[in-house]
């Protein structure tokens, strides 16, 4: 038995809690890590997974079993590519989730860049606005935005980016701009960006001086999908807030017209996170030094 194997197998088992999951991270046939599984078992004389025909779960040995797993794979992990790094490039599968106007705005036109740096990286780029499981799913790291999600993600900031609220000029026309965050409580289209996970619209928010507003007014059109938004102001469905450089052409070439320009609205932080409990194997971390160097460009913090 291949103990070396046997351990990032349960480990990657255990954490995705699903043997096709696993098998597919680890490039392996299910029934090659199966039998894996049940020869360390056999091997340790106890049970470390219990299986159903829909999920399996650890037992309390497995779990106790995987803590020193995770730190000795981790560690090996750590020693190869301590090896390797001064005479390889860093090689392999990267899997990176992100927002797909970020993604489509901001990360795919800078990649031929990356791609030149390190062509051994085999990139799996997932583009949504979703929550992403990203134990479950294999994914190295995020990038996100807003309030942390889960603070037990390892998280660096990479920077904040500037958001305005603005129309389709097509609107502005017919049916005027409003001159005080109150007036968009009604009489107003507004489109909204809703969470996914709780399927509530986000609100607007003004600031100036130091007075904040908060419009809650009812959305006549809701995403949640930070491209689809920009879409629909283009489309001149209503008034909405979005990033400034998803819009700065559009605000250039006068198709879209900001808001309300003399309120401001918060600034929104953007992070790439991954989990503490992964090692930042050396693709991961070149990936993450380069995506701070192209946001860096559209950080608007002094």
Same mark, same amino acid.
């Given at each position: 038995?291949?103990?070396?194997?046997?351990?990032?197998?349960?480990?990657?088992?255990?954490?995705?809690?699903?043997?096709?999951?696993?098998?597919?991270?680890?490039?392996?046939?299910?029934?090659?890590?199966? %039998?894996?599984?049940?020869?360390?078992?056999?091997?340790?004389?106890?049970?470390?997974?219990?299986?159903?025909?829909?999920?399996?779960?650890?037992?309390?040995?497995?779990?106790?079993?995987?803590?020193?797993?995770?730190?000795?794979?981790?560690?090996?992990?750590?020693?190869?590519?301590?090896?390797?790094?001064?005479?390889?490039?860093?090689?392999?599968?990267?899997?990176?989730?992100?927002?797909?106007?970020?993604?489509?705005?901001?990360?795919?036109?800078?990649?031929?860049?990356?791609?030149?740096?390190?062509?051994?990286?085999?990139?799996?780029?997932?583009?949504?606005?979703?929550?992403?499981?990203?134990?479950?799913?294999?994914?190295?790291?995020?990038?996100?935005?807003?309030?942390?999600?889960?603070?037990?993600?390892?998280?660096? %900031?990479?920077?904040?980016?500037?958001?305005?609220?603005?129309?389709? !000029?097509?609107?502005?026309?017919? !049916?005027?701009?409003?001159?005080?965050?109150?007036?968009?409580?009604?009489?107003?289209?507004?489109?909204?960006?809703?969470?996914?996970?709780?399927?509530?619209?986000?609100?607007?928010?003004?600031? *100036?001086?130091?007075?904040?507003?908060?419009?809650?007014?009812?959305?006549?059109?809701?995403?949640?999908?930070?491209?689809?938004?920009?879409?629909?102001?283009?489309?001149?469905?209503?008034?909405?807030?979005?990033?400034?450089?998803?819009?700065?052409?559009?605000?250039?070439?006068?198709?879209?017209?900001?808001?309300?320009?003399?309120? !401001?609205?918060?600034?929104?932080?953007?992070?790439?996170?991954?989990?503490?409990? *992964?090692?930042?194997?050396? %693709?991961?971390?070149?990936?993450?030094?380069?995506?701070?160097?192209?946001?860096?460009?559209?950080?608007?913090?002094?």
């Amino acid at each position: 038995m291949d103990q070396l194997l046997a351990l990032k197998t349960f480990v990657r088992i255990a954490e995705a809690g699903n043997f096709s999951k696993a098998a597919d991270q680890l490039n392996l046939p299910r029934s090659t890590a199966s %039998k894996i599984i049940q020869d360390l078992e056999e091997h340790l004389g106890t049970k470390l997974i219990h299986r159903t025909t829909r999920r399996i779960t650890v037992t309390p040995e497995g779990a106790q079993y995987y803590e020193r797993a995770l730190k000795l794979v981790a560690e090996l992990e750590d020693m190869d590519a301590e090896a390797r790094r001064s005479r390889a490039q860093p090689k392999g599968r990267l899997r990176v989730d992100v927002g797909s106007v970020l993604a489509n705005l901001i990360l795919i036109p800078a990649l031929p860049a990356f791609r030149e740096r390190y062509p051994d990286i085999e990139l799996f780029l997932g583009v949504s606005d979703r929550p992403a499981d990203m134990v479950g799913e294999g994914i190295d790291c995020v990038i996100r935005g807003g309030a942390l999600p889960d603070t037990s993600l390892v998280a660096r %900031k990479l920077c904040e980016l500037e958001m305005l609220v603005c129309a389709h !000029r097509a609107y502005a026309q017919g !049916r005027g701009l409003p001159t005080h965050p109150g007036e968009l409580e009604s009489g107003h289209a507004l489109v909204s960006y809703f969470s996914s996970l709780t399927g509530k619209p986000f609100p607007l928010v003004f600031t *100036r001086g130091g007075e904040t507003i908060e419009v809650q007014g009812g959305a006549h059109m809701a995403v949640n999908e930070s491209t689809a938004l920009v879409g629909a102001l283009i489309a001149g469905l209503g008034i909405g807030q979005c990033f400034e450089f998803s819009v700065r052409h559009q605000l250039d070439s006068g198709e879209l017209v900001r808001v309300l320009p003399e309120w !401001r609205q918060p600034r929104h932080p953007l992070y790439i996170m991954y989990p503490p409990n *992964r090692h930042l194997h050396g %693709k991961a971390r070149v990936f993450v030094d380069w995506a701070v160097e192209v946001f860096a460009a559209y950080d608007v913090r002094p």
